[in-house]
């Protein structure tokens, strides 16, 4: 033990130089497993020394020294703050009335200690991992065992619903920052031992817990090792939010459109654990990582499979209009103001001209003002706190807009057209999908204002060409639309009744592709529905028994 510490100093003191930081970095990895090697001593106080070490000037960690009864020493370490009071003062009273003499670690866990959740670990890195979790670890004297209590009681966010993805009819409950809570909301909502929750923990000074989650009857188990392995090769120092995790295992980290779902809902993982999908949940943030993931779910929202499909279909069709807007709407008018004005009406050309003539700048510079303002005020409504944001950047679009025309600086058409730009980039419901179509905004633009028409139509193959080649965990981006998989385009730009998608996409590889029968919707067309006689005839009835009992 104190030859790992030894170690442990002279590569703090080699880490002083430049040349030695790649080589802390793996001796910090090979001190962890060091420690998971390093077993516990019989002697408390050999253990006790080496906790004291470890957590030294860690003024949060508590070591309780006490006796089970005379004689018999006994250690309890715990994290203040991140243990459930009540439950260890209870466990100190169990402790301390054991009676009989009775030392082993294995009869106290299994017999005496009032905690439902125990373990037993015979090396310092589960322990310490353990510990610095939230639980608390029991040594006894001459037991080279620890006894690892379940007791975490750490301050969490009450359940509250989503701010990010928020609907009108669905589920009003989001994940929190507490893992274990994430995973009993998934767990209500699949209530069957298939759903398999495997445990990870990434990070070398984080620790930091995640849980992969997967349908073992239907998701490959091709995917879940790549998943696993992916996390496995992760080497930081700390994961501190599920954002890192997705920029580090995404298959493209250089593509500007997301390869990942994140989402903060219990229902949308539920339902994507049912199509074969894995999960990946993260301790410390309420956001949950799904994979695979194809662009086609960008225009997707869980409110478009509980309202009727009509409902669902329309919304749909009006997201894919508005982000063809979003994307080109200011390079179209660029490049039709500038090289294509016979594609206008007269009248409406010759109201654009009117609108420009005092404009000092070209179209091209104009809708770059324009747009960077417009993205300014958009992160300043973000940043500034909720009470003022919001009417910061409404004001601010309208004071700034108007007074930008009045001034001659920009043109009143330029204004609706970045406008029209704004709402529609608001229509798309995952907001990493609409960062990305955001960003490339700006290449289309210029390519529209250098080349026109031609410049724009040759960004959008070049986009599409990179979309192609795309692959979430092998599944291509562009699925099922490239290649086209013709049963799956029910569920694209429209929403097909719930009977018609009796299969789980054929894009994704499955262990089980049926999901539902369609023998209700038969019955349904079959029987034709009540015509309302036997309602009728047994309102007749009633009716006649009333008038034979008044009689």
């Known amino acids: 033990m104190k030859s790992i510490l030894r170690k442990r100093t002279s590569n703090k003191q080699e880490d002083s130089s430049g040349e030695q930081k790649g080589l802390h970095d793996s001796l910090d990895y090979q001190f962890i497993e060091e420690l998971k090697k390093t077993p516990l001593s019989l002697l408390l106080d050999d253990n006790h020394a080496f906790i004291k070490a470890i957590f030294q000037d860690c003024s949060d960690v508590v070591v309780r020294q006490f006796d089970i009864e005379p004689n018999i020493p006994a250690l309890l370490l715990f994290v203040d703050g991140l243990t459930n009071t ?54 006894v004297e001459g037991n080279a065992k620890a006894i690892l209590l379940g007791i975490r009681g750490t301050e969490k966010r009450s359940v509250a619903e ?16 507490s893992i274990r809570t994430n995973t009993s909301m998934i767990r209500r909502k699949l209530k069957t031992p298939r759903l398999k929750m495997k445990s990870m923990c990434v990070g070398k000074e984080s620790n930091t817990n995640l849980v ?15 998943v696993v392995k992916r996390l496995e090769l992760i080497k930081i120092d700390a994961i501190l939010e599920s954002g890192m995790i997705e920029e580090l295992i995404q298959d493209n980290a250089y593509s ?3 390869q990942m779902q994140y989402t903060e809902r219990p229902d949308v993982v539920a339902g994507a654990l049912v199509q074969g999908r894995v999960a990946i949940l993260t301790d410390g943030t309420p956001f949950a990582l799904i994979v695979p993931f194809v662009f086609i779910q960008t225009m997707q929202t869980a409110e478009d499979y509980y309202e009727r499909f009509q409902i669902g279909s329309l919304l749909r069709l009006l997201r894919y209009v ?48 324009m747009e960077i303002t417009f993205e300014a005020l958009r992160e300043a409504g973000i940043r500034l706190p909720k009470a003022v944001g919001s009417a910061v950047s409404i004001l601010g679009a309208l004071v700034v807009g108007q007074a930008a025309v009045q001034a001659g600086i920009v ?141």
């Open 86 to 139: 009540e439950l260890l003062n209870d466990t100190m009273k169990s402790l301390m009335l054991i009676g009989g003499g009775e030392t082993s670690v294995q009869r106290i866990a299994d017999a005496i200690l009032p905690v439902s959740q125990t373990q037993i670990s015979d090396n310092y890195g589960d322990l310490l991992v353990s510990v610095l979790g939230g639980d608390a670890a029991l040594l």
């Open 162 to 177: 989503p701010e990010t993805e928020t609907v009108v009819r669905g589920p009003k409950e989001g994940f929190v920052e």
């Open 212 to 226: 992969i989650c997967y349908m073992d009857d239907l998701a490959m188990p091709s995917l879940v090792e790549e």
């Open 256 to 258: 500007p459109f997301p």
């Open 322 to 369: 508005f982000v063809f807007l979003s994307l080109t709407t200011p390079a179209l008018y660029v490049a039709i103001t500038t090289f294509h004005q016979e594609l206008l009406p007269t009248t409406l050309m010759l109201s654009v001209a009117a609108s420009r003539e005092a404009i000092p700048f070209p179209a091209a510079v104009e809708a770059f003002i």
């Open 411 to 551: 043109s009143a058409p330029m204004v609706i057209v970045v406008s029209i730009t704004g709402i529609a980039s608001f229509t798309i419901p995952r907001f990493n999908g609409a960062i990305a179509i955001r960003m490339l905004r700006f290449p289309i633009l210029l390519a529209g204002a250098v080349f026109g028409f031609y410049g724009i139509f040759f960004s959008l193959m070049i986009l599409i060409g990179h979309m192609a080649n795309l692959r979430s965990f092998g599944v291509p981006y562009l699925s099922p639309i490239g290649p086209l998989s013709s049963g799956d385009m029910k569920d694209v730009f429209v929403r097909a009744p719930w009977w018609e998608l009796n299969k789980r996409p054929e894009f994704m590889p499955v262990q089980d592709a049926h999901r539902m029968d369609d023998k209700l919707s038969q019955q349904i067309m079959q029987d034709g529905g009540l015509d309302g006689s036997s309602i009728q005839h047994k309102h007749h009835s009633s009716e006649e028994g009333n008038q034979n009992g008044s009689s």
